[in-house]
């Protein structure tokens, strides 16, 4: 018993760290790479290589998490990100970055990547029972999602500070990423004391069964919601934290520190509704409260850029974010309550690197309509539209299936 209570703090420990350096790398990264000299175009071309290296490396490790041991792969996380920090710091090679970008953990939406997130929604899955774990994922969603609020704070005063102080561009950004690869080193210090109890029990008959990347009774049902979860992450990577941040400074002309109030105030709207979700799921429903909440938050979305100025654009924004992620602790939740304990892992992987892989693509989309000033605005009206047709699907598809505790 001791030593779940220990794991189960070390895991939001971590997440909480971990989401801190995603926060406070993302505010600044876009603006770093165009300080180094790359064109809008390749540096949504650099994201998409990111997310499209996540996914296959993520893809490996979260599939075969249960059998090579689930602290064993968060540790490789760890030291995947510790690597693509200092290759960032080290060098303005535009291959050599991408090449960190795709074999390494770099966030450019400040959200999860990596194998992390999928190996510690399987072990919560095992230290928590079956009425409490929507709960325990809405508060691993608001720990990451103030963790992130801070982040971006920390990460763009920080660099708005020491250029003040007579600092280049170039070398406040370059500071952040020097905490992004700090923030690695105490992931692997903290990882390292986790226990057995995260790790599946063993169970030969149905370790046999399993036939493809992990899955087998639950093969059809994550396929399916894999498909759904990918269109989600193509609309949500049109917009990715990163390049609202540029698309603030080009269209208003922000300062990074006001940017980094932005998304602290956005985030931490974000972390309350998605500690709300656990509530609204125990009266309404898990699939009920992912679709209901989050088509408003993507009418909120496509109205970001049709405001005429900077504070009506930053009111829509976070009146989105106050409700917008209320569908992620319970899509994390019924992901795991449909498929076999033995499955989580790669279910949380497989669906997570689906996300990826749809997320991959669109940043190197809105990477060119920001080079373009007529379709500036664009990213947030197609990722919008494209949520909301992915909402009804999902609601078509999984309304009659219940997860245990609602049956």
């Avoid at 795709?102 to 999928?118: M, Y």
């Avoid at 500690?275 to 909440?293: D, E, P, S, W």
């Avoid at 498929?339 to 990477?367: H, K, M």
Wanted: glycine fraction near 8%; proline fraction near 4%; aromatic fraction near 10%.
């Amino acid at each position: 018993m001791l030593a779940k209570k220990n794991d189960f703090n070390l895991l939001f420990s971590t997440r909480l760290v971990r989401l801190f350096c995603y926060g406070f790398l993302s505010v600044v990264l876009a603006l770093y790479l165009a300080q180094t000299g790359m064109s809008e175009q390749l540096i949504g071309l650099l994201f998409s290589l990111t997310l499209m290296g996540d996914a296959g490396i993520s893809l490996w490790l979260t599939t075969s998490a249960d059998r090579f041991g689930r602290k064993q792969t968060l540790i490789a996380g760890a030291l995947l990100m510790i690597g693509a920090g200092f290759v960032f710091i080290a060098t303005r090679n535009p291959v050599l970055l991408m090449m960190a970008a795709i074999i390494g953990v770099i966030s450019p939406s400040g959200n999860e990547i990596g194998p992390f997130l999928s190996v510690e929604q399987a072990s919560l899955s095992q230290l928590t029972p079956d009425s409490r774990r929507t709960q325990t994922f809405a508060w691993y969603n608001l720990v990451g999602s103030f963790s992130t609020a801070i982040g971006a704070l920390a990460g763009g005063w920080l660099s708005q500070t020491l250029q003040s102080n007579g600092i280049s561009a170039l070398e406040s950004y370059r500071s952040v990423l020097m905490g992004y690869a700090g923030g690695g080193v105490v992931l692997l210090v903290l990882f390292l004391f986790l226990s057995e109890a995260i790790e599946v029990p063993k169970n030969t008959e149905i370790t046999k069964n399993r036939k493809i990347i992990g899955l087998h009774r639950s093969r059809n049902i994550v396929f399916k919601l894999s498909a759904l979860f990918s269109l989600d992450a193509f609309a949500g990577g049109l917009v990715v934290q990163s390049l609202m941040a540029f698309w603030f400074q080009r269209r208003f002309g922000v300062d990074p520190g006001i940017i980094g109030s932005i998304f602290f105030g956005a985030n931490i709207l974000a972390g309350i509704s998605a500690l709300l979700a656990g509530r609204i799921a125990k009266k309404i429903g898990l699939i009920n409260t992912m679709v209901f909440t989050h088509i408003p938050s993507n009418i909120l979305l496509i109205l970001v850029p049709l405001m005429p100025t900077l504070p009506l654009a930053i009111t829509m924004l976070l009146l989105r974010f106050s409700i917008s992620q209320m569908d992620v602790p319970t899509r994390q939740s019924y992901t795991m309550a449909v498929v076999a304990p033995d499955e989580r892992s790669a279910a949380s992987g497989v669906t997570s690197i689906a996300r990826s892989v749809g997320a991959a693509i669109s940043p190197s989309l809105t990477g060119v309509f920001l080079s373009i000033p007529a379709l500036l605005s664009l990213p947030f009206i197609l990722s919008g539209g494209l949520k909301i047709v992915y909402d009804l699907l999902l609601y078509r598809s999984f309304r009659e299936m219940k997860p245990p505790e609602e049956e």
